[in-house]
């Protein structure tokens, strides 16, 4: 111990003044170079200062909060022209339903510090989008903010399957990893911990890093870019089929589905499918296999173990609470559900949970109509197809497993949707501007002007 604080404390306390020391002294790219501090903190997993019994601060949240505020207090000095903060539209009609939540659970005599450690995942959203559409209106800054998450999902992944090949090496290191030999389960696979993490969640956020490897294709043109690429996005799934996550499993292949789709078109697509989907059940083991159709029994009412028999019965139990109150019954009346939209039902009503439903669904229609306009421009569309495959893959996240509970686990899908809702915002605009991107050299997220080399 220092100072009577744990070895963990002391690193996240210097990560964090790092961080802002980096933000408050490098000038105009201040911001953006702090932002790519709070992407990495994502990686932290359970990490966090305790200020009650409930109530804890993650250092992404304490980042993404002081971003906020520096923006707002030197708005003027970032922007030549004073613009108008911007929000979605679906955020902004969200915020009356936090409110009604709180009004709902006090009346009940919840908790207000449970309330509070609840709320603040969902209120983080507005720093998030405020700051990130303040950086990703440049262009010039996506390819550093995407490439930041994608190697944050890669060192995840690349420590996750260090650990869980030498768990000894990983836990000799003093407050670093716990506990970091993999666990059997029922059918003999052997799960990986994440213990660097605190628990296998950690995956969650590689299910949404993962797909960003194609528009990352595009902006690192160098072989040996490429092939650093490459192995990053091997870490990623190598962890994730580590893991052990069904669902998440299932998240990735579709994501493969959707991406070799995108890529090829629906009839090569289809073919290159059928051709590898028997060969990866071939060499799929035997232990992932069957771990893998204990889900399938699950999902078909057949509970063959005892997690997926639980989530089944609180997604239930979530439906009816719904059901019973669809105004929601506050803050923290859920608990963590294991799926975000029935646990914002409850806790929200009905209404939000829907309203969350058909944001998703509207976003992923834009981007793939702006997809085919892209390529009808003859301009590329590689960084539409990844938004497109990391927000479905969000979605999925969210619906399968519920991250909203948690505040790390709630930003890696939040940074998802806010990617999406900032580039159907700023694109168009970009796009428009024809002879000033004539002039310019550098990498083009939305797509090159057609002619240009």
Do not use: C
Not at 68 to 91: H, M
Not at 143 to 153: I, M, Q, R
Not at 174 to 181: E, I, L, N, S
Not at 353 to 372: D, E, H, K
């Amino acid at each position: 111990m220092i100072f009577g604080l744990e070895i963990y404390q002391v690193l996240l306390i210097g990560f964090i003044l790092a961080a802002a020391l980096t933000t408050l002294t490098t000038g105009k790219d201040g911001i953006r170079n702090g932002f790519l501090f709070f992407i990495v903190s994502l990686s932290l997993g359970y990490r966090s200062v305790y200020l009650t019994d409930a109530i804890t601060l993650h250092p992404a949240e304490v980042l993404i909060w002081f971003l906020f505020f520096l923006y707002i207090f030197l708005r003027r000095r970032f922007e030549v022209e004073n613009r108008p903060i911007w929000l979605p539209t679906w955020l902004k009609l969200l915020i009356p339903f936090w409110l009604l939540a709180w009004i709902i659970g006090l009346s009940a005599n919840r908790s207000w510090q449970w309330m509070l450690q609840e709320s603040k995942n969902f209120l983080v959203l507005l720093p998030l989008f405020v700051v990130g559409h303040h950086i990703l209106s440049e262009r010039r800054n996506w390819p550093p903010v995407l490439l930041a998450f994608f190697l944050t999902g890669a060192w995840i992944g690349g420590l996750g399957l260090l650990e869980y090949t030498f768990p000894g090496l990983i836990g000799s290191i003093p407050g670093f990893a716990a506990d970091p030999v993999a666990r059997a389960t029922l059918e003999g696979f052997s799960r990986a911990t994440f213990s660097f993490y605190g628990a296998p969640v950690a995956v969650f956020l590689l299910a949404v890093s993962l797909p960003l490897v194609n528009a990352l294709w595009e902006f690192f043109p160098d072989r040996r870019q490429r092939l650093l690429l490459v192995l990053a996005a091997a870490a990623q799934v190598g962890s994730i089929y580590i893991g052990g996550y069904r669902s998440i499993w299932i998240v990735m292949i579709f994501e493969i589905f959707l991406w070799v789709i995108l890529r090829l078109g629906l009839v090569p697509g289809f073919l290159a499918l059928g051709i590898s989907v028997p060969l990866t059940v071939v060499l799929f083991p035997q232990v992932a296999e069957e771990r893998l159709m204990t889900l399938l029994l699950a999902a078909e009412g057949v509970s063959v173990e005892s997690s997926a028999a639980k989530r089944i019965a609180r997604g239930e139990e979530a439906w009816a609470s719904t059901l019973a109150k669809p105004l929601g019954s506050g803050w923290s009346s859920s608990g963590w559900v294991h799926n975000d939209f029935l646990q914002i039902s409850v806790g929200l009503g009905i209404l939000p949970a829907l309203l969350l439903v058909f944001a998703w669904l509207r976003n992923n229609i834009l981007l793939l109509t702006s997809i085919f306009r892209l390529r009808k421009q003859k301009q590329s569309s590689r960084l539409a197809e990844a938004l497109l495959i990391v927000l479905a893959a969000s979605g999925g996240v969210m619906v399968f497993q519920g991250t909203t509970w948690l505040v790390f686990t709630a930003l890696p899908m939040w940074f998802a949707w806010m990617l999406a809702d900032v580039w159907l915002r700023e694109a168009p605009g970009f796009e428009t501007a024809v002879e000033a991107e004539s002039k310019s050299t550098e990498l083009r997220p939305w797509g090159k002007i057609p002619g240009q080399p």
